[in-house]
């Protein structure tokens, strides 16, 4: 792994279903966010973390759940998909404050 | 609030023309970071510049420079010589030191250049 990587890559879900986006870096980044990108929005934050054991809420957070249990991984939970949250999913993270975060490949999320 | 503020949806101009983005931003915080992003139709998020706020000088970097002026809050992207591969969208971007990390992101201006 290089870098922060996201799967899948892709997905259709059935509306109801339980879903876990993964989120794995492996730059000992202490921040780490979720955004969804939807035309006109630009990139609207769910949720972050400062560092791990902690999570915070961004714009968006309804519906999504995440956890920190250690520095590299942030997984986002959807517990019940809904056709609203078909998207484009980008994860990231940061290391020092005020330096870049860097950005997944994103997942592009398809509920039906 | 919005904390960060594009203005233009969709920008033209024509090659090797220099360009202006606009990012306006909205923080109490004395000490915050602002960023710019640039992404290509294939979707990947680049980053272009940082600026911090402290910073006295506006950052460049090669073709980009950050036009900072902070009593007005706002974070203006220059692209000087604009090339063919520079339509994008370009995200502004502002973390504030505040305790937190969070990261926002404008709404973005979709720039096309024009041969």
């Known amino acids: 792994i290089a870098g922060i990587t996201q799967a899948p890559t892709s997905q259709i879900l059935a509306a109801g279903r339980r879903m876990t986006l993964r989120c794995t870096q492996d730059m000992r980044h202490n921040a780490m966010y979720w955004y969804r990108q939807d035309l006109g929005l630009g990139l609207r934050l769910i949720h972050y973390?400062?560092?791990?054991?902690?999570?915070g809420k961004g714009e968006v957070p309804d519906g999504y759940s995440v956890s920190r249990a250690n520095t590299d991984d942030f997984p986002l939970t959807l517990a019940s998909a809904v056709p609203s949250q078909t998207s484009v999913y980008f994860c990231?993270?940061?290391?020092?404050?005020?330096?870049?975060?860097?950005f997944g490949q994103g997942t592009r999320l398809t509920v039906v | 609030a919005q904390k960060i503020t594009q203005t233009q949806p969709g920008m033209f101009v024509q090659e090797k023309e220099a360009v202006t983005l606009d990012c306006t931003y909205d923080t109490s915080d004395q000490s915050y970071g602002l960023f710019w992003y640039k992404q290509p139709s294939s979707g990947e998020m680049i980053f272009l510049i940082y600026?911090?706020?402290?910073?006295?000088q506006n950052a460049t970097e090669g073709r980009y420079s950050l036009n900072f002026q902070k009593a007005r809050k706002s974070a203006n992207l220059v692209i000087s010589a604009s090339q063919l591969g520079d339509s994008a969208m370009y995200f502004c971007?502002?973390?504030?030191?505040?305790?937190?990390?969070?990261?926002?992101f404008g709404t973005g201006t979709r720039l096309t250049i024009i041969p």
């Open positions: 990231a993270s940061s290391g020092f404050p005020n330096t870049e975060a860097f």
């Open positions: 600026q911090g706020s402290y910073d006295e």
């Open positions: 973390s400062n560092t791990a054991g902690t999570t």
């Open positions: 971007a502002m973390r504030e030191d505040g305790g937190n990390e969070k990261l926002t």
